[in-house]
């Protein structure tokens, strides 16, 4: 379901009110979890071999995830209720420094608007991942996430602890955990929010696809994969409205150049060409 949430306060100022507080947010995101081992899933993607998944977690509302998957991991987000946003960052987990370039993500494809097909760069001119299928088609890679004074602002909070976690401070906390820092946080792009830009340069909301649209991204190198599940930055209601997100990945295989999307342009083929000479260098 989706929730609506506003600001408050924790008390944590004794040990034993910060372990209340602690099991009340657990109960309260009782839903949200990962599954362990990742085949005990209870909503294993159709067509998929539960034994061959690396990673199954449903994702709370307001709540990140992140995990470091091999090259040829297939990705699946799925809006469960129409009020996910998925907020992502993929990094090269074997040179962490390369990381998604939103500008080459939009400039080497010719297309502003993610959908399948489409290709996540990096700086190096190399494909870090592709969209491989989409039935949502309401994304955005122009607005990035929300940050620490927006969501003050608006809704009266925005600290990673606190009703209205801001999608930036997520991120850092995801990306300390691979070694990284603010400093390494790029602009990202969205899923299951659509943005588009008018003649006039403004920015038209088109909300969301529903309930059950999924996205799914194949791993072109070894990657570090930061999702922080947050309202969209220009979201218009007042509220902190935010829904859960599912996600799985489970061992694939990368593009290669028999796939349509190898070849639908010079460029592409030339960044796919780049990523294959990395990958093979390094013995992947």
Not at 146 to 162: M, V
Not at 227 to 254: F, K, M, Q, T
Request: negative net charge; proline residues 8%; aromatic residues 8%.
């Amino acid at each position: 379901m989706p929730v609506a949430i506003t600001a408050d306060e924790h008390e944590t100022d004794t040990v034993y009110a910060a372990r209340a507080d602690a099991r009340a947010q657990g109960a309260k995101v009782a839903e949200a979890m990962p599954y362990l081992p990742a085949s005990s899933s209870p909503f294993v993607p159709a067509g998929v071999d539960p034994e061959t998944l690396v990673w199954a977690e449903t994702v709370a509302a307001g709540g990140y995830t992140h995990k470091a998957v091999a090259r040829g991991t297939r990705l699946r987000l799925e809006d469960v209720s129409g009020e996910a946003c998925a907020h992502l960052l993929v990094y090269n987990a074997l040179e962490p420094w390369e990381r998604i370039n939103v500008a080459d993500t939009q400039k080497i494809p010719w297309q502003a608007y993610l959908g399948a097909g489409h290709p996540l760069l990096s700086g190096d001119g190399r494909v870090l991942a592709t969209i491989v299928s989409d039935d949502s088609g309401h994304h955005d890679a122009f607005c990035g996430t929300s940050t620490l004074e927006r969501n003050l602002r608006r809704y009266g909070a925005g600290t990673a602890d606190s009703a209205a976690p801001a999608g930036r401070e997520l991120f850092t906390l995801a990306a300390a955990k691979h070694g990284l820092a603010p400093r390494d946080l790029a602009p990202s792009v969205s899923f299951f929010k659509g943005v588009q830009v008018q003649p006039d340069g403004a920015l038209e909301w088109r909300g969301a696809a529903g309930a059950g649209a999924a996205v799914e991204l194949v791993a072109e190198l070894p990657l570090i994969v930061l999702i922080a599940n947050v309202p969209h930055p220009i979201d218009p209601r007042p509220e902190y409205v935010s829904g859960l997100l599912r996600v799985h990945a489970w061992r694939s295989r990368p593009t290669a150049p028999d796939d349509p999307v190898w070849t639908v342009s010079p460029e592409r083929t030339r960044a796919y060409l780049n990523t294959a000479d990395y990958a093979g260098a390094r013995g992947l």
